[in-house]
Every structure is written in C-alpha cells, then in structure tokens.
C-alpha cells in the first residue's frame, strides 16, 4: 500500500531558529502534496496545497514566507518553519496523492506519521 | 464557519459496547465521506469512507450510515474494544483540490 515517511517524528528548536520537515513518498509518486498543523485536542487545520510543478497554495491566515514549502519532486516535499517561536511548537502533519488515486485510491489520501515541534 | 460539525465531542463505551459518532454538512457538492482514526502522536489513518450514492458501507465492525437527504452520516463501531481507544475524524471534500474538510474530532474511550 501507500507510504509517506515523515521525518523527524520529534524535533526540539530554540527560538528563532528554522527546521525542516520531510516527508517522502515511499512507493508512488506524490503529485499532490497537503501539509496540516494540529494543536493538542483540535482537529487539523489545512496549510497548504502543493502540486507537483506549482507553487503552493496557502490556505488564509497562514504566512508563507514563514512556513516554506518545497515540493521538489515527485516523492520528496518539505516544510520549513522559518525564524521559529513557542506558538509555532505543534504537530505538523503531511498528506500525499498520486494523480488518478491508482496507489492511494481514487478519492484517497496517505498521511505521514506526523512531526511534533517544540519551539524553546 | 464549520461546514461539517461531529458529535459528540466525547464519548466513553463500555467493552463488547455501539460507538455512535455523528457528522452533518451543508455544502451539497461534497462527494467523499471518510472516517479517520488517530492514536495519539500518530497522523490520522483512513479508517472507511462512503459516497453519497450508496446509504450504508461495513467494513468489519465498522459501519458508515449515510442520509443524503439529511445531509448526516454516522460511524458505528460494533462490539467496541479498548483498543479502538482514540480519536475518530470524520471529513468531507469536493472539487478537483481535493481539499480536506474536517469535524472537530470525537475522543473515543472504549471502557474494558
């Protein structure tokens, strides 16, 4: 089936610094890549979209210059958190498609295991 | 402005118990209905999904119910076991973005 390997699972940063989150399709060429906070006891709230080839959309309220996403292939996409602060500690979370759902169904999804960031 | 509201926020079953978790919507062109479960620490895992053209879908002990004409659909999880102990999702899209709509997320505790 599906895999998205995401990594780090854990990561710790001071404030102010930027880290990077990846997540790797494993078996399926990601062409649609769907990247997502969730704060303790919420729901997940979307980013942002990327597809393969375009720049990726923000959804409202989310600044892009701080939270860079790179899609630069087909299995390999990437959030940076820029210039990190405490509010940016979360769980991040990714969520891949191939084009026609042929590996992660037509109307299906596959996400990662989630990034926890603590910003100190 | 939430476009699918879940209910309960929380729920404790007893062992052997019916979880019943509840989802309604509004917008008429959302066309994929999934149920997600997630452990805590752990990205949400597809869990069974449903399109508004059938009325029920059962995968195991775990059963989509879908009103099109009320605009709800309901996860039943039969004989409940404290492993099924989580956080169930449920989420609506349309379009060709496919975006995700998500509930708030229902915290389920299977009493053993």
């Known amino acids: 089936g599906a895999v998205v390997s995401q990594h780090p699972s854990r990561v710790i940063c001071k404030s102010g610094t930027s880290v990077k989150i990846e997540c790797r399709s494993l078996d399926f060429q990601a062409t649609t890549m769907f990247w997502y906070r969730q704060f303790p006891k919420q729901s997940l709230m979307l980013m942002a979209t990327?597809?393969?080839?375009?720049?990726?959309?923000?959804e409202q309220g989310v600044e892009k210059d701080k939270f860079l996403i790179n899609h630069a292939s087909l299995t390999l996409s990437t959030l940076t958190v820029t210039s990190a602060h405490p509010e940016d500690s979360s769980f991040y979370i990714c969520?891949?498609?191939?084009?026609?759902?042929?590996?992660?169904?037509?109307?299906?999804?596959?996400f990662g295991s989630g990034t926890r960031l603590t910003v100190v | 402005q939430q476009q699918v509201k879940q209910s309960p926020q929380s729920l404790i079953v007893q062992k052997g118990g019916i979880s019943i978790i509840n989802c309604a919507y509004e917008?008429?062109?959302?066309?994929?209905f999934p149920w997600y479960q997630q452990f805590p620490g752990k990205g949400p895992a597809l869990l069974i999904a449903i399109r508004p053209d059938v009325s029920e879908k059962k995968e195991g002990r775990f059963t989509i119910s879908f009103n099109k004409s009320a605009k709800q659909f309901s996860l039943h999880i039969m004989d409940s076991q404290p492993g099924d102990s989580a956080t169930y999702f449920c989420a609506a899209n349309a379009g060709n973005n496919r975006k995700l709509i998500w509930g708030l997320g229902t915290s389920l505790a299977v009493n053993p």
């Open positions: 990327s597809n393969e080839g375009s720049k990726a959309t923000y």
């Open positions: 917008n008429t062109a959302f066309d994929y």
């Open positions: 969520s891949a498609r191939d084009r026609r759902g042929l590996i992660t169904g037509r109307y299906g999804y596959t």
